[in-house]
């Protein structure tokens, strides 16, 4: 059974950083290309980085470039989440998806983790 657990969201002001964890089970890990998506309240979800089952090639949202930075450690399971330099307009709940293809959306996800940013 595929299962993919956040955590690390929290409350923070604008202008700090927070870093999520993603941990996954139930399939190999490393085949697979990971994501992050986002979920601002009463907004579409935003994918907003993802990463190759191999590390080489990482994508990320306009909306983050430059401030977030995604990775993964495929022996411990796990993909994460650097985010600096959090704006008002990063709050979401934030989850992980694994990608059956570079091009396509997830086809499972966890539960998310919510990050609040806010004075």
């Known amino acids: 059974q595929v299962q993919l657990v956040e955590s690390g969201g929290g409350l923070v002001q604008p202008g700090g950083s927070l870093k999520l964890s993603c941990v996954a089970d139930?399939?190999?890990?490393?085949?697979?290309?990971m994501s992050w998506y986002r979920q601002p309240p009463g907004k579409e979800p935003e994918q907003v980085a993802r990463?190759?089952?191999?590390?080489?090639?990482?994508s990320y949202a306009d909306s983050v470039k430059g401030r977030f930075s995604i990775s993964r450690d495929n022996a411990k399971n796990t993909i994460y989440l650097q985010m600096n330099s959090l704006k008002v307009e990063d709050t979401a709940l934030y989850y992980c998806?694994?990608?059956?293809?570079?091009?396509?959306?997830?086809?499972?996800r966890g539960q998310g983790t919510q990050v609040t940013v806010s004075s």
């Open positions: 990463i190759t089952s191999s590390t080489i090639t990482e």
């Open positions: 139930g399939f190999p890990f490393k085949a697979y290309h």
């Open positions: 998806g694994r990608l059956q293809s570079w091009a396509t959306t997830y086809d499972y």
